[in-house]
């Protein structure tokens, strides 16, 4: 069997910080969602014409209206709905290292990188509005050349 990962799904109890934080802070666009019994949003990366570019699903909780979604796909405590629980976190590969590291010091969010030399990856990891540790994976090589240029200008 052949598997490729096609999306992750967050429940939230505030669609609009979600939608904002993939949005605004990863570049994701808002695309086609079927009409499920519940509230949600679809981001895209790419065409929004192939669902397969849905890479992030946000399932809306509506306190006043619960029955579609738990009914679809169950029951959760919202109170048990924030980190990743026992996913320790989401991985994206990037490229553009030195332009996300300026957008995420505009938008004060706060990132914790680091190197993994013996694979060639320079690793960013940030949290979501509810808590899901974002990594973001670039080359090391892009790593390398941002110290460089930062080191001719000191």
């Known amino acids: 069997m052949a598997l490729t990962l096609n999306h992750f799904s967050i429940r939230s109890m ?6 904002a934080f993939y949005v605004d802070v990863l570049g994701l666009t808002v695309g086609p969602r079927p009409p499920f ?4 949003i ?10 397969y570019n849905a890479v992030v699903h946000i399932i ?20 048990q709905l924030s980190g990743t629980g026992t996913i320790d976190h989401i991985a994206f ?8 590291l300026e957008h995420l010091r505009k938008l004060g969010i706060a990132a914790r990188e680091r190197t993994v030399p013996s694979i060639g990856l320079h690793q960013v990891f940030l ?15 892009e790593k390398t050349a941002l110290d460089a240029q930062r080191s001719q200008v000191a």
């Open 93 to 100: 590969f990037a490229e553009g290292l030195s332009a996300m």
């Open 127 to 141: 949290d979501d509005p509810n808590g899901v540790v974002i990594e973001l994976n670039y080359p090391a090589a």
């Open 60 to 79: 809306g909780i509506d306190p006043n209206d619960p029955e579609g979604l738990k009914k679809y796909l169950g029951d959760r405590d919202p109170s």
């Open 37 to 40: 019994p519940f509230p949600g």
């Open 14 to 19: 505030d669609l609009e910080s979600c939608r």
């Open 42 to 51: 679809w981001l895209y990366r790419g065409d929004h014409a192939d669902y």
